[in-house]
């Protein structure tokens, strides 16, 4: 047997031994187990973070966004770059209304400043049409009209794409959604998988 195979057993049979004693050792293992938990804190922290500040997925709840969102949909939100940019025309956006807990998601029609109002089922924008193929293909029709609403600063008037089905800033109690109850902006579907799109 060569010298370099000898010495190689030799160190595997040491190495062995030593593994053997810190599993004897308790405080080896205090260690481990102390290594471990740290590393699951830090994973668990982590995981939540990017949740809380980054991005998260978020499942449609109910038919007001149809056809562009469907029940049961699930989207992923990004939330960062509202940090840097206030909400646009357009943007799909998860917010909470005035007094409720429960998110859910519009689109962004009115800015602050801006007068919205409807008549005869169209959209206007201070006094002028809502060119709404520029945000989405299909629009919902409207059967009840609402008179000039001025959106207050730092506001957004949102609606759902399916109009009369939908609870949003024409409804009474709600109006126009303070930018601190907008959380974040939807991008992509990404449950069912054969539905994954971007929107």
Same mark, same amino acid.
């Given at each position: 047997?060569?010298?370099?195979?000898?010495?190689?057993?030799?160190?595997? !049979?040491?190495?062995?031994?030593?593994? !053997?004693?810190?599993?004897?050792?308790?405080? #080896?293992?205090?260690?481990?187990?102390?290594?471990?938990?740290?590393? $699951?804190?830090?994973?668990?922290?982590?995981?939540?973070?990017?949740? $809380?500040?980054?991005?998260?997925?978020?499942?449609?709840?109910?038919?007001?966004? #149809?056809?562009?969102?469907?029940?049961?949909?699930?989207?992923?939100?990004?939330?960062? @770059?509202?940090?840097?940019?206030?909400?646009?025309?357009?943007?799909?956006?998860?917010?909470?209304?005035?007094?409720?807990?429960?998110?859910?998601?519009?689109?962004?029609?009115? $800015?602050?400043?801006?007068?919205? @109002?409807?008549?005869?089922?169209?959209?206007?924008?201070?006094?002028?049409? $809502?060119?709404?193929?520029?945000? &989405?293909? #299909?629009?919902?029709?409207?059967?009840?009209?609402?008179?000039?609403?001025?959106?207050?600063?730092?506001?957004?008037?949102?609606?759902?794409?399916?109009?009369?089905?939908?609870?949003?800033?024409?409804?009474?109690?709600?109006?126009?959604?303070?930018?601190?109850?907008?959380?974040?902006?939807?991008?992509?579907?990404? &449950?069912?998988?054969?539905?994954?799109? @971007?929107?």
């Amino acid at each position: 047997m060569s010298n370099s195979a000898v010495n190689k057993r030799r160190l595997n !049979a040491l190495k062995n031994a030593a593994e !053997a004693l810190h599993e004897k050792d308790p405080v #080896y293992k205090r260690d481990s187990d102390k290594r471990f938990i740290v590393s $699951l804190i830090i994973v668990i922290t982590l995981a939540l973070s990017i949740r $809380l500040f980054i991005t998260e997925p978020t499942l449609v709840d109910g038919d007001s966004m #149809y056809p562009t969102l469907l029940n049961g949909e699930r989207m992923l939100v990004e939330k960062v @770059s509202l940090w840097f940019s206030e909400p646009q025309r357009g943007d799909i956006v998860i917010c909470y209304y005035p007094g409720y807990t429960v998110s859910c998601v519009k689109r962004v029609i009115g $800015l602050p400043g801006e007068t919205v @109002s409807i008549e005869n089922g169209i959209i206007y924008i201070n006094g002028k049409e $809502l060119e709404e193929s520029a945000y &989405w293909k #299909y629009r919902g029709e409207i059967d009840l009209d609402m008179g000039e609403v001025v959106v207050p600063e730092n506001s957004a008037f949102v609606v759902g794409d399916n109009r009369n089905n939908s609870k949003d800033s024409r409804a009474w109690g709600v109006g126009a959604i303070p930018y601190e109850r907008i959380t974040g902006r939807a991008h992509f579907v990404i &449950w069912p998988l054969y539905a994954a799109r @971007s929107i």
